[in-house]
């Protein structure tokens, strides 16, 4: 794990960005992107890895809210996009019948808050069994909501 606190408007956003399109595994090959960079004289030992690993990103910009009910609702929707990212997933034989039903409810923002809460461990199994490989996961602006929470009097909820 790699935590980078950087003071506000440091790059972290467009750091996170960069490291998603050069390591996702996905139809499109993003390597013009890098072709101009030093990365791209590196040789072998990192250009093996573009585009190796399913990636997880979660960007929790907007959801700063007034009230637990509102944070709630709007960290379940930033899980849902990802889900829906990824929802390829569901056409796959590695997911059994009530994963796949659970899966559709975080999508359609229908599961029960326990879902949500193992969401992202769930999502990482599912993309580590479907590629055989290793899951990226990147947050952004993890601190928006927990800062949001303290501020306005529902921080032990946020850390439930």
Same mark, same amino acid.
């Given at each position: ?12 956003? &467009? ?16 390597? +013009?992107?890098?072709?101009?960079? $030093? /990365?791209? +004289? =590196? ?13 997880? +990103?979660?960007?929790? $910009? ?15 929707? =930033? /899980? ?7 929802? %390829? ?12 039903? #659970? *899966? ?7 599961? #029960?808050? =326990?879902? *949500? #809460?193992?969401? &992202?461990? +769930? ?13 990226? /996961?990147? /947050?952004?602006?993890?601190? #928006?909501?927990?800062?949001?929470? %303290? !501020?306005?009097?529902? *921080?032990?909820?946020? !850390?439930?």
């Amino acid at each position: 794990m790699l935590l980078l606190p950087r003071p506000r408007r440091f790059g972290k956003s &467009l750091n996170l960005s960069m490291l998603r399109y050069f390591f996702e595994k996905n139809e499109d090959d993003n390597s +013009n992107l890098f072709s101009d960079l $030093k /990365i791209a +004289n =590196t040789g072998s030992r990192y250009l093996e890895k573009m585009g190796q690993f399913p990636v997880i +990103n979660l960007d929790f $910009k907007g959801s700063r809210a007034n009230n637990w009910e509102l944070a709630l609702q709007r960290l379940k929707r =930033t /899980i849902s996009v990802e889900f829906q990212r990824h929802s %390829y997933l569901l056409e796959s034989d590695n997911l059994l019948d009530y994963e796949k039903e #659970e *899966y559709k409810n975080i999508m359609a923002l229908k599961a #029960e808050q =326990t879902a *949500y #809460e193992f969401a &992202l461990e +769930n999502l990482s199994r599912y993309l580590k069994e479907y590629y055989q490989q290793n899951v990226i /996961i990147l /947050i952004d602006e993890y601190d #928006e909501a927990v800062q949001a929470a %303290y !501020l306005n009097n529902y *921080y032990d909820q946020m !850390l439930m």
